[in-house]
């Protein structure tokens, strides 16, 4: 297997993912399928998170990656098995309180609001945080704790080098730094864990190794789990402690990356051969 984007091998000069954290799992996915009519989306998938860990979870199109994140943050409901989270039964939480338990995620496609600016878009992820709310603050109602957030924002976007865009719309800028807001409107948060769908989707080369950078100083400086869907390979290679493999659903191999790459039956789903 060569070292491409599209291939389970490192990048040449890439560092090698950190040794996975141990200790008991702050996620535990345990046997959960998921249906809709015939087609099982699910099927039986169970793993768990270590806390502080960077997990990756890949599978050709069609795996059921980005079903397991909308069954996470609520948006689907699972038809058996278990999500626990802290210890805490995740699937009795409403899509609503999800935030609040202490997970956030981003989307495969950027769900900004484009007429806001980037400041306030942050903003809308901060909602969780304060008493009285996004929608009054931006009326001018609970003046200190609109500024709090409004500087905890701010705080965010100069951590993503961003601070420079604050005031201008978020309409019109380029997709990799929309990908950039969407983050921070993540973090604006404050998660424990920080589910990423396809955060590298649409970026360059470059962006993509800035991309691979900041998660891993985000998981040191907030000490955030993080629980990644990516085919940009190299990239999970180099970031991943541990990595979940799906094919139709099912977990066909889990493991650290050197491990997880050299599997016959990964080789197989991506390439249709374990030759």
Not at 27 to 40: A, C, S, Y
Not at 109 to 132: I, K
Not at 164 to 179: D, E, I, N, Q, R
Request: charged share 20%.
């Amino acid at each position: 297997m060569t070292g491409t984007d599209d291939d389970m091998a490192h990048e040449p000069g890439t560092a090698a993912a950190p040794t996975a954290p141990s200790g008991p799992a702050l996620l535990d996915v345990d046997r959960v399928g998921v249906r809709f009519g015939g087609v099982i989306a699910l099927d039986e998938l169970s793993f768990q998170i270590r806390p502080q860990a960077i997990c990756a979870l890949i599978g050709p199109n069609g795996a059921g990656k980005t079903t397991l994140f909308n069954v996470i943050s609520r948006l689907y409901t699972a038809s058996s098995g278990s999500v626990t989270f802290d210890g805490r039964d995740l699937l009795a939480v409403p899509p609503h309180r999800i935030a609040e338990v202490g997970i956030a995620r981003t989307f495969q496609n950027v769900a900004l609001f484009p007429g806001l600016s980037v400041l306030d878009n942050v903003r809308v992820g901060a909602h969780t945080e304060g008493s009285n709310g996004f929608v009054k603050g931006l009326l001018g109602l609970g003046r200190g704790e609109e500024r709090r957030l409004r500087d905890e924002a701010m705080g965010i976007l100069e951590r993503l080098e961003l601070a420079h865009l604050a005031a201008k719309p978020a309409a019109g800028l380029p997709f990799g730094t929309l990908k950039r807001i969407e983050l921070a409107r993540a973090l604006a948060a404050r998660p424990r864990l920080l589910m990423l769908d396809e955060p590298a989707n649409g970026l360059t080369h470059g962006e993509v190794d800035e991309l691979a950078e900041t998660i891993r100083h985000l998981r040191a400086e907030l000490d955030l789990t993080v629980l990644l869907v990516e085919h940009h390979m190299s990239m999970v290679m180099a970031v991943s402690d541990h990595i979940v493999v799906l094919d139709f659903g099912r977990r066909i191999a889990e493991g650290p990356p050197e491990v997880v790459q050299n599997d016959p039956a990964v080789i197989e789903a991506y390439l249709g051969t374990s030759e």
